[in-house]
């Protein structure tokens, strides 16, 4: 009896430990946030350190739920099955109109009261906003403004070969003719379906101007979408697919980056979210690498803007969510963080003195597109229409690069894509 009555109490003695152990873990967990997020190149890392950081410093942990792949694509399909599951992460990068399929289904927290303590509605332009909130209810902090009109040069591929920055697409295609001859990878370029479609965003662009990627991509209008300009997009892409090196297929685009750090490509067309591996790899604007806009959209930007959404844990927003959303959007870290991954805040209230010139050169792109109509949405990283319209575009796009079809084919596809998915 005494042995079972001792043997009960060490039981309950070891039963309450474990509870409380149980309990401490429990508010270990609860004070952590888990971020899922497709930050996983060198560049990115880094910035998302400086978030890691920030949050780190006001005692909440960070559980990290990488999923690689630029652009995102397979970190939305884990996403979608995470949510499925029933087990969705705190906070989820996100874009364009990802983040209202989500708000839609009712699955984000509202982050209405952190938006007004920040005046967030004072300081998003009105383009962010259009993703940061639905039904007029704050749902996403916006990290940054990056855009994919850009090119990045290799300055001294550049002074070998004797070219100045190219200012239309004669002059662009002429300077990857002599890397070409010389024996260099004129463009560096990896070919994966959302990588092409970028390099589209800036095609079409420049073939057809603001109205004719507003009409096509955004729109999504027939007559646009089967018109002579966008054949001459594809025409255009085919010529591009014939700079790229042999072993091109499949390359993630920092890989592809690093070509141009190495000083084997000449170029790179790439949203700004490069010049974070040209910075990570020790490299200064206008000596090592050279950053311009694609010949000829110099008064355009095709903006996509990474957010960060939290999904609704059942019931209010949690303080780590809270503080998360806070971070994220304060002057500081909006600062500190896009100095490193390459884009320029989403606040137009900053002071962007300290940033290199390619930053500050956005940074007025941006302001300057906003104020005359010509800031624009990238269809390619999601901020022009959704996910099943993006993504049927992309493979036909990518089906045409990689000489499935001819131009008069890719067209009629990419309307039918456009069309079953609308
Ligand atoms: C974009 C995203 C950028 C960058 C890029 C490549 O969609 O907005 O932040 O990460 O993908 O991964």
């Not at 007559?223 to 054949?231: G, I, N, P, R, V």
């Not at 089906?399 to 499935?404: L, M, P, R």
């Amino acid at each position: 009896m005494r042995y079972l009555a001792y043997t009960m109490t060490a039981a309950a003695a070891l039963l309450a430990a474990h509870a409380a152990q149980a309990q401490d873990s429990n508010q270990a967990e609860g004070s952590n946030v888990e971020v899922l997020h497709w930050w996983t190149s060198g560049g990115e890392a880094a910035a998302l350190n400086v978030l890691k950081e920030d949050l780190q410093g006001q005692g909440i942990g960070w559980q990290d739920m990488p999923v690689a792949g630029g652009g995102g694509t397979q970190a939305m399909t884990v996403l979608r099955a995470r949510v499925t599951a029933g087990n969705a992460p705190t906070a989820v990068q996100m874009l364009g109109f990802d983040i209202t399929d989500w708000a839609q289904q009712d699955a984000l927290a509202n982050l209405n009261e952190i938006a007004s303590e920040g005046n967030w509605d004072e300081v998003i332009p009105q383009a962010l906003q259009k993703f940061s909130k639905y039904e007029g209810e704050w749902v996403a902090a916006p990290v940054n403004v990056h855009s994919t009109n850009w090119v990045w040069a290799d300055a001294s591929l550049m002074e070998e070969l004797g070219l100045e920055q190219p200012q239309s697409w004669d002059d662009l295609i002429a300077a990857m003719q002599k890397a070409k001859d010389a024996g260099y990878t004129a463009l560096a370029h990896g070919g994966q379906a959302w990588q092409d479609a970028t390099i589209f965003d800036s095609v079409a662009l420049v073939t057809g101007g603001p109205e004719f990627y507003r009409k096509a991509l955004i729109d999504l209008e027939e007559e646009a979408l089967t018109s002579d300009t966008m054949k001459q997009v594809f025409d255009r892409m085919a010529t591009l697919r014939g700079f790229v090196d042999d072993n091109f297929s499949g390359r993630d685009w920092n890989l592809a980056t690093a070509m141009v750090i190495d000083d084997k490509a000449l170029f790179q067309i790439m949203g700004d979210w490069a010049k974070g591996e040209f910075l990570n790899a020790d490299q200064t604007p206008g000596e090592d690498f050279v950053c311009f806009r694609f010949p000829g959209t110099s008064e355009q930007v095709l903006f996509n803007s990474d957010q960060f959404a939290m999904f609704d844990q059942g019931g209010e927003v949690s303080p780590q969510q809270a503080a998360l959303a806070k971070a994220i959007v304060s002057p500081e870290f909006q600062i500190a963080f896009n100095k490193v991954k390459g884009s320029v805040p989403a606040r137009t209230d900053i002071d962007v003195s300290e940033f290199d010139a390619c930053g500050q050169q956005a940074y007025e792109d941006f302001k300057e597109a906003a104020a005359s109509d010509n800031l624009m949405g990238s269809f390619a990283h999601g901020h022009a229409n959704k996910a099943a319209v993006k993504n049927a575009m992309y493979d036909v796009i990518t089906a045409h690069f990689n000489g499935e079809y001819d131009s008069e084919t890719a067209m009629d596809e990419l309307l039918t894509a456009v069309q079953i998915n609308m």
